[in-house]
């Protein structure tokens, strides 16, 4: 037979595509769960396409939702994530029965599989997605470069340009003392809430509780030596601690949840492994598909 024809085999190879591609075609048009063979093998071929496309959607939104850097963000990327899930369920509901259908064991077993691994990967990544919805961390932050900020500076504006007549040198040196000892607490807010080691936070919380005191201290030192007309910022400046203080302790059991940190630590750790594992599963699962013939051998 001459090169330039087709062989037999190459002809059959043809028409099954095409006819494939028809029939593919005419299910979805019905908009009808496929009827035959090979509309369910197609079918099969394609709910584990999207598992695949649908499980790195998860993943990914999931990773987003760790690194945003806005609460809004945050919650966004975790509804994509839960979205994504809903149809990795939906799929896998639809795929099982197809396969049974079809009597493909080894494929009925790799989705089982794929299944009991998800189920791995659902039970870290809800409670990733819950530590990062609450982003103790971030809000941490927020307070101290906001709130906590502001009260710092209304502290030592209440005690800038103190005055005390022949006491002006003591009364100006514990001002600064003062000042300073609230700028020791700001210095530590941002390592406290970056920590991930409670015993490494409990030494930044007892200097804080130190400087705090020594701001204290130093602020009633001062009541005997500022002039008169001086004496009505010492209250304000004691009302600027307090608010400072409180907002202090605030951030603190923020950054204790550590919720952004252990999420981080969730997604570099675990649930990497478990996505490795479910797209391990329907990777081979979609090689077995593969190697299907129409007739349903391999």
Do not use: W
């Amino acid at each position: 037979m001459p090169d330039t024809l087709c062989s037999r085999s190459d002809f059959r190879g043809a028409r099954q595509a095409i006819a494939a591609l028809l029939l593919c075609a005419a299910c979805a048009c019905r908009g009808t769960a496929p009827d035959t063979t090979l509309e369910r093998l197609v079918e099969s071929r394609r709910l584990t396409s999207d598992l695949l496309v649908q499980l790195t959607k998860s993943a990914d939104a999931g990773n987003r939702a760790v690194m945003a850097q806005t609460e809004e963000a945050s919650a966004a990327f975790v509804g994509e994530a839960e979205q994504a899930a809903a149809a990795i369920q939906r799929d896998t509901e639809a795929l099982r029965p197809a396969l049974q259908s079809l009597g493909y064991r080894d494929e009925a077993r790799l989705l089982d599989e794929f299944g009991n691994r998800f189920t791995e990967y659902r039970a870290v990544d809800r409670t990733l997605l819950d530590l990062t919805a609450e982003n103790s961390n971030l809000k941490a932050q927020r307070l101290s470069f906001g709130a906590a900020s502001q009260a710092a500076e209304a502290f030592r504006d209440a005690l800038a340009g103190l005055s005390g007549g022949d006491a002006a040198p003591q009364v100006e040196a514990a001002a600064a003392h003062a000042i300073g000892a609230v700028r020791e607490i700001q210095v530590l807010q941002a390592p406290h809430i970056a920590e991930a080691d409670d015993a490494a936070m409990t030494v930044m919380e007892k200097r804080m509780a130190a400087s705090e005191a020594t701001a204290r201290g130093a602020l009633r030192s001062l009541a005997p030596l500022v002039s008169p007309p001086a004496a009505p910022r010492l209250p304000q400046a004691a009302a600027a601690l307090d608010r400072f203080t409180m907002l202090n302790a605030e951030i603190v059991s923020l950054s204790r949840r550590n919720t952004n940190v252990r999420s981080l630590a969730l997604s570099l750790g675990q649930r990497r492994m478990l996505t490795a594992g479910c797209e391990e599963s329907l990777q081979a699962l979609q090689g077995a598909l593969a190697k299907r013939s129409l007739g349903g051998t391999r």
